[in-house]
Each structure stands twice: as C-alpha cells, then as structure tokens.
C-alpha cells in the first residue's frame, strides 16, 4: 500500500504524491524552566504544562508519474494558504493534527525528469486530535463523559437553557439563554451564540474555562440547564 496525507481536506494523491512513516510517530517538547543553584547538588525544574510546537517531516515523500505538473500544482497546495489546517495520513488514520507548512521543499528529479523525492516539513500543534473527539456526546440529564486519555482537553459545549453547568469539579453559571442554546468554547475562552459575544452571560467558578480530565467526568445539569452537546477535542501526543 502507498501512504498518503489530506491536507486542509485535499488528497495528495491528487498531486501524484505518495509519503513514507518516518518522523510521524515523534512527540512533542514540554516548556521547561531550569534553574541552576549555586552550592546545590542538581538543577530546580520548574515544569509547565504546555506543550511546544514542534516540526515533522515525512522524508523521502515521492512523485512517480506525470513529474513536472503535478510538482507545480502540489507546491500550490503547500504554500497558498495562511494558518493552520488539518491533516490526516494514512498511517495515523484515527486522528489529525493542526499544521503550518514549513518547508522549504527542495525536489530531487530522477534523471529523467519524469519523478522525484522531495522532504514535506510541517510545523504542527502538539496535540494528535482523535476523531473520536470530534463526535458530539448529548446528555439530557446529569451524567458522565470518558476521556480515553491520560492528556485533559478543552471541549466545546452547546448549553440550552439558564442555570449552573458543572464540568468535573468546576462550573459554568449560565444566564441570558432561557429560549436558546449557546456555545461555550473552552479551548479559545469565549461564549458565543452565531456571531453575538456571550462572555458577559457566562461565569466561571475558576480562573479559566473547564477541562475534561483523563477518566470519568461528571457533567451536571443544574436546575434551567435542559441539554448539553459536548464536542470532547480528545487528543494524545
């Protein structure tokens, strides 16, 4: 089997191009402060929980027929967009990942001229987000989520209805949605229900938005919350 990768949806194959596994199983760095003590054996870590982004390469990735078109249109798709998008390739078929493409792309033509190998860089987020991540979990009445896990995500939750919304062991006071529903993205901070900003109708127990623990989450329905639709965001490195 060739392996392959969808970018921002479109299918390399499209171009002709065909990847290797090398450099996509690595993880990503951790932020560390280190502090050296004079008159101390060893160094302080001050560890933080945020993850770097990091670089991938897939080496050696080839073009075996109809070279010189199909390079010119897949060096398009690289480089004409701006952010991230998503890919998925064959190998990890069971999750995605947010990338920038880095380059550069420097091509190797056989002699011919009618093939070529070429390394395809990216700059990626640290997370590997499961597709499974991406299914909405609906509950009607207090109840549980499972993060398969051991990584806490920041969901986006569709609540309907006012009332106190607790998720794991914090909580979301809800008000100005009595007949409607809005949308609480914990990953970017911010309420919203369409276009409108609904930061002023939402209060947090904490100092940040609400996580999704690795296990068992508790999801509590308070009293006006009528639904929740949960989009989990699981995701490994």
């Known amino acids: 089997m060739r392996n392959y990768f969808t970018l921002g949806g479109v299918d390399s194959r499209t171009y002709g191009v065909y990847i290797s596994g090398q450099g996509t199983f690595d993880s990503p760095a951790r932020s560390l402060a280190i502090t050296a003590v004079p008159g101390r054996n060893g160094d302080i870590i001050g560890m933080e929980t945020r993850l770097q982004n990091g670089t991938f390469t897939y080496k050696d990735a080839y073009i075996f027929k109809t070279f010189a078109s199909n390079i010119e249109a897949f060096k398009a798709l690289l480089l004409s967009a701006v952010g991230y998008r998503k890919l998925i390739d064959s190998y990890h078929p069971d999750e995605f990942r947010m990338v920038v493409y880095q380059g550069p792309l420097t091509v190797k033509p056989n002699d011919r001229n009618n093939a070529a190998k070429f390394d395809i860089t990216f700059n990626a987020k640290p997370q590997r987000f499961l597709n499974s991540g991406e299914s909405v979990t609906t ?95 699981w995701w490994r490195v």
């Open 139 to 233: 509950l009607n009445a207090t109840g549980t989520i499972n993060n398969p896990t051991l990584f806490a995500s920041k969901p986006l939750i569709r609540v309907y209805g006012n009332g106190v919304l607790g998720v794991g062991s914090d909580s979301i006071t809800v008000s100005n949605n009595a007949s409607n529903y809005m949308d609480i993205d914990c990953e970017a901070g911010l309420a919203y229900r369409g276009a409108s900003n609904m930061n002023n109708s939402i209060m947090l127990s904490g100092f940040d938005f609400p996580e999704l623990k690795g296990g068992t989450n508790n999801i509590a329905l308070g009293t006006g919350i009528s639904k929740v639709e949960i989009t989990p965001r």
